[in-house]
Nanobody, 123 residues
Framework: VQLQASGGGLVPAGGSLRVSCGTSGRTSITYAMGWFRQAPGKEREFVAG????????LYADSVKGRFTLYREKDKNTVYLQMNSLKPEDTAVYYCAADDQRGIGIEGWWYGYWGQGTLVTVSS
């Protein structure tokens, strides 16, 4: 399975941006999908995740209430709508997928990763 993340860019603080992640390859099953981010000099951290059936989503406390993760029904395409962006949201955002049930909040849980898309929030 290959993942393609897109939609990153430069946005002023308080602005909004939507990043997306699509899959190719073995798409006959749905995957649990997640977003992680890594800021310069920091470790990668979990941002949000959605279960295979799309019924359960989890968010990191730092983005709860500002970010919304949703997926197209029965598809392995997910979107992360980011509102009220802050400079500390600046990072490379990576999407990840796995065919396990549930949602992983640790990177090791996911077997497939995209290339990342850069989100820069100016102050």
């Amino acid at each position: 399975v290959q993942l393609q993340a897109s939609g990153g860019g430069l946005v002023p603080a308080g602005g909004s941006l939507r990043v997306s992640c699509g899959t190719s390859g073995r798409t006959s099953i749905t995957y649990a999908m997640g977003w992680f981010r890594q800021a310069p000099g920091k470790e990668r951290e979990f941002v949000a995740g959605v279960s295979r059936d799309g019924l359960i989503t989890l968010y990191a406390d730092s983005v709860k209430g500002r970010f919304t993760l949703y997926r197209e029904k029965d598809k392995n395409t997910v979107y992360l709508q980011m509102n009220s962006l802050k400079p500390e949201d600046t990072a490379v955002y990576y999407c990840a997928a796995d065919d396990q049930r549930g949602i992983g909040i640790e990177g090791w849980w996911y077997g497939y990763w995209g290339q990342g898309t850069l989100v820069t929030v100016s102050s």
